[in-house]
T-cell receptor, first 113, second 112 residues
Framework: DGGITQSPKYLFRKEGQNVTLSCEQN?????MYWYRQDPGQGLRLIYY???????QKGDIAEGYSVSREKKESFPLTVTSAQKNPTAFYLC????????????FGDGTRLSIL | DQQVKQNSPSLSVQEGRISILNCDYT??????FLWYKKYPAEGPTFLIS?????DKNEDGRFTVFLNKSAKHLSLHIVPSQPGDSAVYFC???????????FGAGTILRVKS
């Protein structure tokens, strides 16, 4: 089945560590996105990529980094510079941002030990 | 600056009745609007969308209405079913649609 796979489902990080969240899609979508959800809030855009080897900052990019070396993969690194990393992270993709909805993975919950 | 607002944190409806979820936006440049449904610990699932050239879009039990002059959209679910109980997010984008702006969500509870 085609879809978006995020791993792991739960992730724990010690203070001062970088962690990388995986996002893989087999939908042949060009555009991919990372969002963060905090309790009682909507999703906020961290980074997005419209094409391989290109990506742009979203609204809350500070403390995060991404790469897009392959069409199907868009990993997100939460760096030690992100002071409040505890959140639910969601990856999405779409075939055409101008007319097609974004489809989401099931998310990764990151917690600080 | 919250550009997309869902002012009702929660809504409770009896099974079989209509559920109406509301969403307001402030950016008149938004031209594409979507509703997503989300269960706990899962990703949002796309429900229905509408472009700014329309004022209504219907898909089965789900209808979205857009009032551009009021910068308001609503999602109607009829009849409501217990399985509809979830968090519903309104989202909007403009131009090439790369950046979706989400509301804070409304928790819908459908009582049987």
């Amino acid at each position: 089945d085609g879809g978006i796979t995020q791993s792991p489902k739960y992730l724990f990080r010690k203070e001062g560590q970088n962690v990388t969240l995986s996002c893989e899609q087999n939908l042949n979508h060009d555009a991919m996105y990372w969002y963060r959800q905090d309790p009682g809030q909507g999703l906020r855009l961290i980074y997005y990529s419209q094409i391989v080897n290109d990506f742009q900052k979203g609204d809350i990019a500070e403390g995060y980094s991404v790469s897009r070396e392959k069409k199907e993969s868009f990993p997100l690194t939460v760096t030690s510079a992100q002071k409040n990393p505890t959140a639910f992270y969601l990856c999405a993709s779409t075939g055409d941002p101008r007319g097609q909805p974004q489809h989401f993975g099931d998310g990764t919950r990151l917690s600080i030990l | 600056d919250q550009q997309v607002k869902q002012n009702s944190p929660s809504l409770s409806v009896q099974e079989g009745r209509i559920s109406i979820l509301n969403c307001d936006y402030t950016n008149s440049m938004f031209d594409y609007f979507l509703w997503y449904k989300k269960y706990p610990a899962e990703g949002p699932t796309f429900l229905i969308s509408i472009s700014s050239i329309k004022d209504k879009n219907e898909d089965g039990r789900f209808t979205v209405f857009l009032n551009k002059s009021a910068k308001h959209l609503s999602l109607h679910i009829v009849p409501s079913q217990p399985g509809d109980s979830a968090v519903y997010f309104c989202a909007a984008s403009r131009g090439n649609g790369n950046k979706l702006v989400f509301g804070a969500g409304t928790i819908l509870r459908v009582k049987s």
